[in-house]
């Protein structure tokens, strides 16, 4: 869509009403399966939300495949998880998941779940989180907070860097409507490997077998990150990806965009294909709030 397109579809600024403004609740900011589409949320939407954010306007992060039929590959893809009272699905209730998503209790991914907290540190306790019984908001006396974070997947959906937006600055991307952000903090594992350790800013944890299956692999990593004298209201987003150049791509579970010349055969196709294109390992939290 140009820019054109997406200015028929603004409403008209008139006298009568010259700052015409909804605030939506949500917005479906990830929206398929492939690289092209972690790309469309990354690059050019992820500062969309942001710049709502930065304004006090407290949105929640969307992520899905929009599948309109019920034979479509799509619909392995992004996903939306929801705080909720039940784990059995059939127990679920529909408007506690609408309450979760209005409430910003959510996360979003493929192939990887990221989970936070906000921690005070004046001995009061008081604790921002995104689980059904939590509060997305705390403070802290003297402004120290400590932002613990959490990420799980299994072994097939390796993850590398974990970035932190926190009141992140956000830029144009190449057009008037479409908005990146640069990340406040950017740690780097070092291999997208967990046999090595001490070689980055964090380590990966291997878990093997997991519930007695054979091969049921997992990777895990909890870190705590401090940020100290904050002295203004501030939101955090935590994001969590594999890189191209290190890690593994999540083929064949997610199988678009491998590159084709470097895999003639099978024997290709097996050995890893790092670098080699392929969807990568994505997930991302909605915003915790630090208030002074």
Same mark, same amino acid.
């Given at each position: 869509m140009s820019d054109d397109d997406r200015a028929k579809r603004r409403l008209p600024d008139t006298s009568a009403a010259p700052?015409? $403004?909804? *605030?939506?609740?949500? @917005?479906?900011?990830w929206n398929g399966n492939d690289s092209g589409h972690q790309g469309e949320f990354l690059d050019e939407r992820i500062g969309i939300w942001f710049?709502?954010?930065?304004?006090?306007?407290?949105?929640?992060?969307?992520?899905?495949?929009?599948? *309109?039929? $019920?034979?479509? @590959?799509?619909?392995?893809?992004?996903?939306?998880?929801?705080?909720?009272?039940?784990?059995?699905v059939a127990s679920?209730?529909?408007? &506690?998941?609408? #309450?979760?998503?209005?409430?910003?209790?959510?996360?979003?991914?493929?192939?990887? $779940?990221?989970?936070?907290? @906000?921690?005070?540190?004046?001995?009061?306790?008081?604790?921002?989180?995104?689980?059904?019984?939590? &509060?997305?908001? !705390?403070?802290? #006396?003297?402004? &120290?907070?400590?932002? /613990?974070?959490d990420v799980q997947s299994p072994a097939w959906a390796e993850w590398d860097t974990i970035e932190v937006y926190a009141n992140a600055t956000t830029f144009e991307a190449g057009s008037a409507y479409l908005f990146g952000a640069t990340p406040t903090l950017s740690l780097e594992e070092g291999d997208c490997d967990p046999e090595t350790t001490g070689d980055g800013d964090f380590d990966v944890t291997l878990? /093997?077998?997991?519930?007695?299956?054979?091969?049921?692999?997992?990777?895990?990593?909890?870190? /705590?990150?401090? $940020?100290?004298? @904050?002295?203004?209201?501030?939101?955090?987003?935590?994001?969590?990806?594999?890189?191209?150049?290190?890690?593994?791509? !999540?083929?064949?579970?997610?199988?678009?965009?491998?590159?084709? #010349?470097?895999?003639?055969?099978?024997g290709d196709l097996v050995d890893g294909n790092v670098g080699e294109g392929g969807v990568m390992a994505l997930g991302a939290t909605n915003a915790l709030y630090f208030e002074p």
């Open positions: 700052n015409l $403004f909804a *605030h939506f609740p949500a @917005l479906e900011l710049n709502h954010l930065n304004q006090g306007l407290r949105t929640t992060f969307i992520a899905d495949t929009d599948s *309109h039929r $019920f034979s479509n @590959l799509r619909s392995a893809g992004a996903r939306t998880w929801t705080a909720s009272p039940a784990d059995a679920i209730d529909p408007a &506690d998941v609408a #309450a979760s998503v209005e409430a910003g209790r959510a996360v979003g991914g493929q192939g990887v $779940f990221v989970t936070t907290r @906000l921690l005070a540190t004046d001995g009061f306790g008081d604790v921002a989180d995104l689980t059904w019984g939590g &509060d997305t908001t !705390m403070t802290d #006396a003297g402004g &120290d907070v400590v932002l /613990e974070i878990t /093997e077998d997991v519930g007695g299956v054979a091969g049921a692999d997992s990777w895990s990593a909890t870190l /705590e990150v401090p $940020f100290d004298d @904050l002295a203004e209201e501030t939101w955090f987003v935590v994001v969590v990806r594999g890189s191209d150049s290190l890690c593994a791509p !999540m083929f064949p579970v997610y199988p678009d965009d491998l590159s084709k #010349a470097s895999n003639p055969d099978l």
